[in-house]
């Protein structure tokens, strides 16, 4: 029986040792955390997965309540593989599909449903993903399902599933060191001293979002001071031992995925928090108003898209703002559909009922920039097409040199609210290359034997963005394939 170890315990490696079991090895999971720190990214996320499908009917095999009454008033429409790949080819700046891409596309429905396959449930995500429209919840924008209690109910449902089939895990023991002979990976050494051996070793250990110094390297001199949105122990370790076995980096090093959150949280991300408050001080409603910046002025088209095609870049865009910070400004017309993170009991805002009194209260911004570019904006709005957050709604401005797309409405009722955010990073783009086995490749293009990779530190997958969802379905993806090629 082959033995392998797996550095994590998120989603991605998982999803490897599940895999690497039910091709008949002997798993164990190495987690640098301890068992309330375990999970990783994965437990900070709202579990949402995003996958293709040709119509409901595909969905009902990964439900946990496929008898909900709901569901015969949901259109969940369709997600087409062709759509998935041309939400990904949007994000890659003229690139064409990477292998890697390709792979998640035509793997993701079935990846999941294999997910099902070990009890790992999903539920629709209605509150976020869906509207009314006529008394039928339509989704849009091609995500729709979650896990059962959002990315700690993940989390647990694959852990259940690779202890059932026997697999091991072991808490506070960091992957230190790969160990090899002539090339070729016999085991680990692990922060607690101890050497363990292994036919196979796969790194599931995260990118470097959470090492200050690897992210001023890769992405920027001023990303020390973005928060990080999810675990601390993503610190790029993964990376730094498969480099030292000569494995070739690959991907976007300089890219990330990063969202606006409120200015006071925390550094780090909350588990802490009771879960479906985990996300609160993220503030991705900047397409129902403007944000400014601390010289008063727009600096991205906040309804160029929906908000899942846009969040995971105006993070960085707010980073690259003087002072890495930004007010995000509405008024009494959106304040029902802003989402509860606004409504959380810690959301930092300032209130006021007139838009002179409001832009008196931004802290760092020039005010007098500010109420022109207010003025231009308001002055700019269409008022000939309907609002409609259903749709790309073509309600834009005219004639401002950086547009309001669509969703663009006056600022114009009473009383206004102004919300001070900055860049949260969510997970790093750059990564390893991988094989269609998962084996990491070294820089002269061969496998190193007995090292594979998954999650987050598989480069290729994402370049400039990324459609929301997509990041759990890679993880789970390229988790699945190197688990079983570990295996082999
Ligand atoms: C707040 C937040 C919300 C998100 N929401 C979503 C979402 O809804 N949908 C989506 O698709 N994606 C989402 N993402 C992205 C998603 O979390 C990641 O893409 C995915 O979870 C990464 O999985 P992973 O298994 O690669 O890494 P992780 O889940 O981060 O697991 C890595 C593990 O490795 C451990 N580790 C680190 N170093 C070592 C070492 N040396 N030895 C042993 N263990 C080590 C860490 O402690 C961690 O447990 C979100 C991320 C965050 C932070």
Known sequence: MKRVIIAGSGNA?????????????SVVLLEKADEAMAGGNTKYTAGAMRFAYSSGDDLMPLLKDP???????????????????????GFNAGRPLSEEQKALVKDSYETVKWLASHE????????RQSFEKEGRHVFWGGLTLASDNEGVGLFDQELAAFKRLGGEIRYDCAVTQLLSKEGVITGVQTSSGETLRADAVILACGGFEASESLRQKHIGPNWDKAKVRGTPHNTGDGLVMARAQGAAEYGLYAGCHATPMDLYMKNFGNLDLPPGERKKYRKICYFLGVMLNARGERFVDEGINFRNYTYAQFGAAIMDQ?????????????FDLLYDEYRFHDAHFVQADTLPEL??????????????????????????????PTVLDGKGTQGLTLAKSNWAQTLSRGPFRAYPVTGGITFTYGGLKVDDTGAVLAKNGAPIAG????????????????PGGSGLTSGAVFGRRSGMGAAS
């Open 13 to 25: 490696a998982l999803c490897a040792g599940i895999a690497a079991i039910e091709q008949g090895a």
């Open 67 to 89: 008898d909900d009454p709901k569901l015969s008033l949901t259109d969940f429409g369709s997600y087409t593989q062709e759509k998935f790949a041309a939400d990904l080819l």
């Open 120 to 127: 790992v449930k999903f539920q629709p995500i209605y509150a």
């Open 322 to 334: 003087p002072e890495h910070f930004a007010w995000q400004i509405f008024d009494a017309k959106v």
């Open 359 to 388: 832009i008196a209260l931004l802290d760092g911004v020039d005010k007098d920039a500010a109420a022109q570019t207010l003025e231009a904006y308001n002055a700019a709005v269409r008022s000939d097409v309907p609002f409609d």
């Open 451 to 466: 090292l594979f990779a998954c999650g987050e530190l598989v480069g290729g997958v994402f370049f400039n963005g990324y």
